[in-house]
């Protein structure tokens, strides 16, 4: 649901992106995280779930010790920052596209957990190509498998997609959809108007897009190998498919990522796919991408 404070949550971050395909990807299926701890100290763990119903709700799932060792990318990610510039609200109906390893699964199926309802839009096994078949089937079973701890994570909803005919749901039923560094692929995959029109029929008018993606510093041709988007191009791509750009944030900014790595974005943590013999310490300074923050609105009826 949408309230008031959202316009005053949008103005303050804006004072102030992963592959779908083989493992060696950006949102490869985790098991465990290997970055460096956070610069500035994280929550303290909550404990259980029902430690929920008596905190604010972002920051107990935040706080969660169900979330291990993947809260040491807190310090890249900023999901604190990036879910409210969203307007993301406990109550909200919220599709995430393609969570991979369930990185913010862990946080968004807890945060609405009580009032909310957390659907996870995973690719099909059997309508991806036959490259991706068994990583997508192992990226679902083991989604599915940290899903079902219902103490934790409450009654959460598995829906499967044709990335060639996407539909995430029944039309208008959703307040949100969030994706986390995808459009590259789309774009590669010759789906990505696809999965735009498709963002955009579950929606319900006034709904909310969020997107965040590593960030070109100009448009890159759709086969563009790199991992990177121009902004432009994503914006175009939202707008296409009827949405309103409604804010850009700097969050997820890095600027010392150059952009020029010999395996692209890959090269970057989490992933750290370095060519061989090479020093892997630049590219550990650097951290993960820089990253485009966008916020599409479903203009009302």
């Not at 169900?66 to 604190?80: C, E, I, L, V």
């Not at 560094?181 to 006034?206: D, S």
């Not at 949405?243 to 700097?250: A, C, P, T």
């Amino acid at each position: 649901m949408r309230n008031a404070t959202l316009s005053l949550t949008i103005a303050l971050a804006l004072c102030a992106c992963g592959r779908i395909g083989p493992p060696d990807d950006a949102d490869r299926v985790e098991t465990a995280v290997d970055q460096p701890a956070p610069a500035t100290a994280a929550p303290a763990p909550g404990g259980t779930a029902d430690a929920i119903a008596t905190q604010d709700p972002l920051d107990a799932a935040l706080a969660g010790d169900w979330r291990g060792d993947t809260r040491a990318r807190d310090q890249y990610r900023h999901p604190a920052e990036t879910l409210r510039f969203f307007g993301v609200e406990p109550d909200d109906t919220v599709v995430e596209i393609t969570p991979g390893g369930g990185w913010y699964a862990r946080v968004l199926a807890p945060y609405l957990r009580a009032n909310g309802h957390y659907v996870a839009a995973v690719v099909d096994p059997e309508r991806a190509g036959e490259r991706a078949r068994d990583y997508q089937a192992r990226a679902r079973d083991q989604l599915q498998g940290l899903l079902a701890d219902t103490s934790v994570y409450g009654e959460t909803e598995i829906v499967a997609f044709d990335p060639a005919a996407p539909a995430f749901g029944a039309p208008g039923s959703a307040d949100v959809v969030l994706t986390f560094r995808n459009v590259h692929n789309w774009r590669g995959g010759g789906n990505a108007e696809a999965m735009f029109r498709g963002f955009f029929e579950v929606l319900k008018p006034g709904g909310v897009l969020g997107v965040v993606e590593h960030r070109a510093a100009q448009d890159v041709p759709d086969d563009d190998g790199t991992g990177y988007v121009g902004e432009a191009q994503v914006v175009a791509l939202a707008e296409q498919a009827g949405f309103r750009l409604d804010g850009k944030s700097e969050i997820n900014a890095n600027p010392a990522d150059t952009r020029d790595h010999p395996n692209g974005v890959w090269t970057l943590p989490p992933t750290s796919n370095l060519p061989e013999g090479a020093d892997p310490a630049p590219f550990q300074a650097i951290g993960e991408s820089d990253r485009m923050t966008l916020r599409f609105v479903k203009p009302q009826a």
